[in-house]
C-alpha cells in the first residue's frame, strides 16, 4: 500500500477558522472594554464640528530688528506653534497667518486650552547665563544687611528637605549629583534670608575673589566708581519685587543675550528669587533635544536636555569655570523667556548631556521639553484675545454628513444583497465588524494622541465603506469563478483565497500610501482626511483576513452554502457553472481469437 503523500495543510487555516475568529473578538471586547473603562466612549470631535478656544497673537517688533515681522518668520513661526500644538498632526489644531501681523491659533474643544494657551505664545528663547547675584525677593524683602554671615545666605540649613532645590548633573557620570549637592544649592531657607549683592557687575571676568565671603554692610546700591549701565542694573535689582506679577513679566524684557540681566525664578511654590545674570553663554540654539522623563534615582520628574557638539563644548567650559567659584556665582540661571527656570549650582564641568531638575510635575516636565525640543519663535508675540468659539459647520452639518454616509451604507447593502444575496450576510457582518473596530479606535486616540474627528475625517469614514465592501467582492468573485469552473463549494473557497488575497492586499497597499503621502505633505484638515483613509485600510486587511475569511469557510460547511441554492448566492445554474471535464475510458472492441 502506497504512503500517503505528506504536504502543506490546507491554504488560509481551512481546518482552524475558530482561531482567527476568536482573536479578532478578543481583540473587539478589548478596544470595548478600554473604551468603557477610559469614560471616552465617543470620538473627539473638531473645531469645525463640536467649537473649540480662538486664540489671537500680535507679532511685536524687536529691539534693533525693525525688519524682523516678515512673511519668513511669520510662516516658521506658525509651523513651530503648530508642532506644538498639534505636534502628532491629528488633534486638528488650525494655525495660520491674518493679515501681516496676526496669527490664529483655533484649538479644538476637549483639548487643555489652558495647557495650548501658554505654550502657543511662548517665545521659547532659552539662554544659561552665570548668575552675578541672588537674593529672596518680596514687598518687604530683608536688605544685605538683615543678613548675619555669608554661611547663612550661601548655605541650607541641615534639616532642610532636598524637595525643592534645582540641580545640574551629568547623564555620563554618576558624580554628577553629588557635583550638585545641597550645600550650594539655593534653597528655601537660604533664599529667604537673601545673599549680599556682589561687586561682580564691576568686572567682566568675574573670579572667585570677587564674591568670596561678601560683606554684610554690602549695600545693592552703586558705587560713584561704578559705570552707568552697572548702577541702572543695581538700581532695577533693588526696585524689582518678583512677587508682583507684571513685575516679573517686565523683568529683563527685551534685552539682547549679551546684556546683563536682571531676572525672576522660584525654586519653592509662592517664595521668588530675584536675580542679575552675566551675558548670555549657551542659548536654546545649543540644545539638540530635550524631554521630559522620571529619574530612576530619586522618581522625580526631570528634563533631560542633550547638546549639539558645539552646545557641549560651550556649555563644559561654562561649567568648568563656574565650578571654581564661590556661592552664589558658582550657578548658572536657565532662563526661558526672561524668566529662571533653574538655577543649579556646579562644582564640576559637564558634558554633553545635562538635566534640569526641580518642582517639576509630569506636565511641567513635558511642557518644558516640548517647548525646547521644537525650539524658539523668530519673534515675540503678544496674546491678543482668547475667546470660545461655537462650531463652524454645526451639528446640522454633521447630521447632513451622517445621513450621506448612511445613504451610501444602504446603497450598498441594497446592491449585495441584489446581487449577490447569501452572501450579503458574511459581507455585512464584515462591515460591522470593521465598523466597531473604527469607531473604539478612534474613541481611544482623542485622549491617546488628541485625534479630532472633523468633516474632512468623516469623509474619509465614508469612502472607507466602498473600499472595505471592495475587498468582499473581490474574494466573491473568486470564488465564483472557481465555481464555475467546475468546483465544489469548499474547494473553491480555498483556492479562490490566495488570487483574492493578493488582489486584496495590493489594492490596499496603494490606497495606503495614498492616505500616508497625503498626510505627510498637507497640513490642517486634509490630514483629518488621510489620516481616517489609512486607518480604515489597514483595519480592512485585518477584517478581511481575520473575519471574513475564516468566516466564509465555515459558512461554506452549512448546507445552505453548500448545496448552492438559489438565494445563497452560490448557485452553479445561475453562475454558468460548466460540468466538470472527465477523462473516460477507452473501450476496445472485441476481438475475434485468431485461428490456430
Known amino acids: 500500500m502506497a504512503a500517503p503523500k505528506k504536504g502543506r495543510g490546507p491554504a488560509g487555516g481551512q481546518g482552524r477558522p475558530g482561531r482567527a475568529l476568536a482573536l479578532i473578538l478578543i481583540v473587539m471586547v478589548a478596544l470595548a472594554g478600554g473604551m468603557f473603562l ?4 465617543t470620538p473627539r470631535l473638531g473645531i469645525d464640528l463640536a467649537g473649540g478656544t480662538s486664540i489671537t497673537l500680535e507679532a511685536q517688533n524687536q529691539p534693533g530688528k525693525p525688519n524682523a515681522i516678515n512673511p519668513t518668520n511669520m510662516d516658521t513661526a506658525v509651523g513651530i506653534i503648530e508642532r506644538r500644538v498639534n505636534g502628532l498632526g491629528v488633534s486638528e489644531a488650525e494655525v495660520q497667518t491674518q493679515g501681516r501681523e496676526n496669527i490664529i491659533v483655533n484649538i479644538p474643544k476637549g483639548t487643555n486650552s489652558k495647557q495650548a494657551q501658554e505654550q502657543v505664545g511662548t517665545t521659547a528663547q532659552l539662554y544659561f547665563r552665570p548668575v552675578l547675584t541672588v537674593q529672596a525677593s518680596g514687598p518687604e524683602e530683608p536688605g544685605p544687611s538683615d543678613s548675619a554671615s555669608p554661611s547663612a545666605s550661601g548655605t541650607p540649613k541641615p534639616g532642610e528637605s532636598a524637595q525643592g532645590e534645582d540641580k545640574a548633573k551629568d547623564e555620563d557620570k554618576p558624580q554628577g549629583e553629588e557635583a550638585t549637592g545641597s550645600e550650594a544649592t539655593p534653597s528655601a531657607s537660604a533664599t529667604t534670608q537673601g545673599r549680599a549683592v556682589t561687586g561682580a557687575l564691576k568686572k567682566d571676568d568675574p573670579t572667585p575673589a570677587a564674591s568670596d565671603k561678601p560683606k554684610a554692610s554690602e549695600s545693592p546700591e552703586a558705587s560713584p566708581s561704578a559705570d552707568p549701565a552697572t548702577a541702572q ?8 519685587d518678583c512677587t508682583d506679577p507684571k513685575q516679573r513679566t517686565d523683568a529683563g524684557k527685551n534685552a539682547k543675550a549679551t546684556d546683563s540681566i536682571v531676572a525672576c525664578g522660584s525654586n519653592v511654590p509662592g517664595s521668588y528669587e ?3 545674570l552675566g551675558p548670555a553663554e549657551v542659548s536654546g540654539s545649543d540644545v539638540d533635544d530635550a524631554k521630559g522623563a522620571i529619574d530612576q534615582q530619586t522618581g522625580e520628574w526631570i528634563v533631560s536636555m542633550e547638546f549639539t557638539s558645539a552646545g557641549a563644548k560651550k556649555f563644559q567650559t561654562i561649567t568648568g569655570r563656574l565650578s571654581q ?11 526661558l523667556d526672561g524668566e529662571v527656570v533653574s538655577a543649579p549650582s556646579v562644582r564640576q564641568a559637564l558634558s554633553k548631556n545635562a538635566q534640569i531638575s526641580g518642582s517639576f510635575d509630569q506636565q511641567s516636565a513635558e511642557d518644558l521639553g516640548n517647548i525646547l525640543s521644537y525650539g524658539a519663535l523668530p519673534l515675540t508675540f503678544k496674546e491678543v484675545s482668547v475667546t470660545t468659539v461655537t462650531a463652524a459647520l454645526g451639528s446640522e452639518q454633521l447630521q447632513a454628513g451622517l445621513i450621506a454616509g448612511a445613504i451610501g451604507l444602504a446603497l450598498v447593502i441594497i446592491y449585495l444583497v441584489v446581487y449577490y444575496r447569501g452572501l450579503a450576510f458574511i459581507a455585512l457582518l464584515s462591515l460591522l465588524v470593521s465598523g466597531i473596530l473604527t469607531y473604539t479606535i478612534m474613541s481611544l486616540l482623542g485622549p491617546a494622541i488628541g485625534f479630532a474627528l472633523n468633516l474632512p475625517a468623516v469623509c474619509g469614514a465614508i469612502v472607507a465603506i466602498g473600499i472595505t465592501a471592495d ?3 473581490v474574494y466573491f468573485e473568486r470564488v465564483r469563478d472557481e465555481i464555475r469552473e467546475g468546483r465544489t463549494l469548499r474547494p473553491a473557497i480555498e483556492r479562490a483565497w490566495p488570487r483574492a488575497r493578493r488582489t486584496i492586499l495590493v489594492s490596499d497597499f ?3 500610501l495614498a492616505a500616508a503621502v497625503l498626510f505627510i505633505v498637507t497640513v490642517g484638515k486634509v ?6 483613509l489609512g486607518l480604515t485600510t489597514l483595519l480592512d486587511v485585518v477584517v478581511v483576513f481575520l473575519f471574513t475569511k475564516p468566516l466564509m469557510t465555515l ?4 448546507k445552505f452554502f453548500s448545496k448552492g441554492g438559489p438565494w445563497s448566492g452560490l448557485d452553479p445554474k445561475r453562475l454558468g457553472a460548466q460540468p466538470p471535464l472527465r477523462r473516460s475510458r477507452r473501450v476496445n472492441a472485441p476481438t475475434e481469437p485468431k485461428e490456430a
Open 471 to 473: 475587498s468582499f467582492i
Open 527 to 532: 490630514q483629518g482626511f488621510a489620516f481616517t
Open 555 to 558: 459558512m461554506g460547511r452549512t
Open 274 to 276: 530675584k536675580y542679575i
Open 325 to 335: 567659584q564661590q556661592p552664589p556665582m558658582n550657578q548658572f540661571a536657565i532662563v
Open 38 to 41: 477610559s469614560g471616552h466612549t
Open 510 to 512: 496603494v490606497s495606503f
Open 233 to 240: 542694573l543695581q538700581e532695577e535689582f533693588a526696585k524689582l
